[in-house]
T-cell receptor
Framework: QKEVEQNSGPLSVPEGAIASLNCTYSDRGSQSFFWYRQYSGKSPELIMSIYSNGDKEDGRFTAQLNKASQYVSLLIRDSQPSDSATYLCAGWLSGGYNKLIFGAGTRLAVHP | NAGVTQTPKFQVLKTGQSMTLQCAQDMNHNSMYWYRQDPGMGLRLIYYSASEGTTDKGEVPNGYNVSRLNKREFSLRLESAAPSQTSVYFC????????????FGQGTRLTVV
């Protein structure tokens, strides 16, 4: 089992809709999680970080963390074609290993 | 602001050749990482260096070696390249510890023929 898992998609949503991206993790001690966006041929860029249970909102983006169920999600409201990219979920492993592990990424396509 | 700089951007190797990918960061970060990215596989950790003078294996270390030359620089070496090592390689750095975000270089696209 991979330590961070994501559905690879593609997830296709119409412009203006809410896109929901999900991620699960196996290390119960993991504390902090990140969502990165990666356009084709480019480097990943950070869009959200979340460290505690609950929701964290930043503009059109909301990250949710549920440590009891070991899942992280990212909601994108009012999706735009420019949101079309691969979204990578990442988490720090616990136990002092200092490893940042990524999921396989979910490809999002927002169509006009 | 340079951030994380990788060289080269593109490289074609023949099977069995060796090469070193270079990475340097100017953010005074403690930790540095090498990832590879293959279609549908996300980013897989090859090696990392939690601090200057230390290196550890990640998820897919076989066929690679690393050197943390100083706090700024972290290199990845392929001693005998194989077609399975065809990939995009990303270097990243963080301040170190949980709750710190990773900053990425622009990537190196390596093809082994």
């Amino acid at each position: 089992q991979k330590e961070v898992e994501q559905n690879s998609g593609p997830l296709s949503v119409p412009e203006g809709a809410i896109a929901s991206l999900n991620c699960t993790y196996s290390d119960r001690g993991s504390q902090s999680f990140f969502w990165y966006r990666q356009y084709s041929g480019k480097s990943p860029e950070l869009i959200m970080s979340i460290y505690s249970n609950g929701d964290k909102e930043d503009g059109r983006f909301t990250a949710q963390l549920n440590k009891a169920s070991q899942y992280v999600s990212l909601l994108i409201r009012d999706s735009q074609p420019s949101d079309s990219a691969t979204y990578l979920c990442a988490g720090w492993l616990s136990g002092g290993y200092n490893k940042l592990i990524f999921g396989a990424g979910t490809r999002l396509a927002v169509h006009p | 602001n340079a951030g994380v700089t990788q060289t080269p951007k593109f490289q074609v190797l023949k099977t069995g050749q060796s090469m070193t990918l270079q990475c340097a960061q100017d953010m005074n970060h403690n930790s540095m990482y090498w990832y590879r990215q293959d279609p549908g596989m996300g980013l897989r950790l090859i090696y990392y260096s939690a601090s200057e003078g230390t290196t550890d294996k990640g998820e897919v270390p076989n066929g690679y070696n690393v050197s943390r030359l100083n706090k700024r620089e972290f290199s990845l070496r392929l001693e005998s390249a194989a077609p399975s090592q065809t990939s995009v390689y990303f270097c990243a750095s963080t301040e170190g510890g949980v709750n710190t975000e990773a900053f990425f270089g622009q990537g190196t696209r390596l093809t082994v023929v």
